[in-house]
């Protein structure tokens, strides 16, 4: 879409700080970013940074040089301008070559969220307006097919993207000013997707650093005890992924307890084994006489611990 507004020649900058823990941080942790004065930003209007296709970009909302004026100097005027999606290089600072990106409205108090939820080659930038769209925009400017979302309501919140109902498929949630709740469905993988900027300050932490592993690995599946011939009780059961049921985890703990475990500080600690395998691989352990409960939760790479899975023993 053809952005309208004044282009002032020469440049204004602003520095942005990425979070330390995103690999090749120590190269570059702080970028200065350039954009022509006729694009500036809004304050409330915030920066995130993520991969697009495959290079790490700095994106946030703003509006041209000529809706600044009108807001803050010749009010009333109503100069032609354009409200924006922004997006630069983190590398060389230049913006990128399909940005800025002309939208509907403001994006006031809320950020984009990164991820692949549509056609569209590649990560799609996703942001909510507030003239009632959730827009889905690529590195080269695309929408994808069945974007921008109605919500008939301002999009205050910032979009969260992951697999709420356990299909295997993304979904997208969106929450407007008014308190109405929307999700949508996708026909995107949950893995592999999903990695960049996935909702308000990045993560389920809230760290607001690119590359933290906020997630934990998912729930062992069909924890059964059974009893085998020359080897006594048994558990079994079905490993999840390390990202929720995506990837392997790192590791898996087994408990055992005469009473019902609940809490991963219940019964005794059988040990902490190395983990083989990805979602759905079998695995058991053997279970000591007495033990009339067992449990098994998994830990990632980063130390992260996913729920518990318990069964009471024949």
């Known amino acids: 879409m053809r952005v309208r507004g004044l282009l002032v020649a020469g440049l ?10 995103y690999p090749g941080a120590n190269d570059a942790p702080t970028l200065r970013i350039t954009s022509p004065l006729g694009r500036t930003g809004l304050p409330g209007t ?3 940074v993520a991969r697009l296709d495959g290079q ?4 946030k909302g703003g509006i041209t040089l000529a809706g600044l004026v009108n807001v803050g100097v010749a009010v009333g005027q109503n100069l032609p301008y354009n409200h924006v999606i922004q997006a630069w290089n983190a590398q060389t600072g230049q913006e990128l070559p399909a940005f800025p990106q002309a939208v509907e409205d403001y994006q006031l108090l809320s950020s984009p969220a990164v991820a692949d939820v549509s056609d569209a080659p590649g990560n799609e930038i996703l942001v909510g307006t507030g003239l009632y769209l959730l827009r889905d925009i690529n590195a080269q400017g695309v929408e994808g097919p069945g974007w921008p979302k109605f919500t008939g309501g301002w999009n ?3 979009p969260a993207i992951g697999d709420v109902d356990g299909d295997g498929k993304l979904e997208v949630a969106g929450l407007t000013r008014e308190g109405y709740g929307f999700l949508w469905d996708t026909d995107r993988p949950a893995c592999g997707t999903n990695d960049e900027w996935w ?30 011939s020359g080897v006594g009780m048994e558990l079994s059961w079905k490993a999840p992924g390390g990202d929720w049921m995506c990837g392997s985890a790192k590791r898996y703990r087994v408990l055992a307890s005469s009473k019902p475990i609940v809490h991963p500080t219940d019964g005794t600690v ?10 759905g691989t079998g695995a058991s352990q053997k279970l000591p006489a007495g033990a009339r409960y ?11 611990w996913g729920h518990l899975a318990s069964a009471k023993l024949p």
């Not at 602003?14 to 823990?21: C, D, E, I, K, N």
């Not at 059988?270 to 979602?279: E, I």
């Open 12 to 21: 204004v900058g602003f520095t942005v700080t990425v979070g330390a823990s």
């Open 46 to 48: 915030i920066r995130i």
């Open 56 to 59: 790490l970009d700095v994106i």
């Open 156 to 158: 205050f919140a910032v």
């Open 199 to 228: 909702t308000s300050r990045h993560d389920e932490f809230g760290s607001g650093a690119y590359g933290t592993d906020s997630r934990p690995p998912g729930t062992a599946t069909g924890v059964t005890g059974s009893r085998v």
């Open 270 to 279: 059988l040990g902490t084994f190395d983990a083989s395998g990805g979602v």
């Open 294 to 304: 067992a449990a098994v939760l998994y830990q990632d790479a980063a130390g992260n």
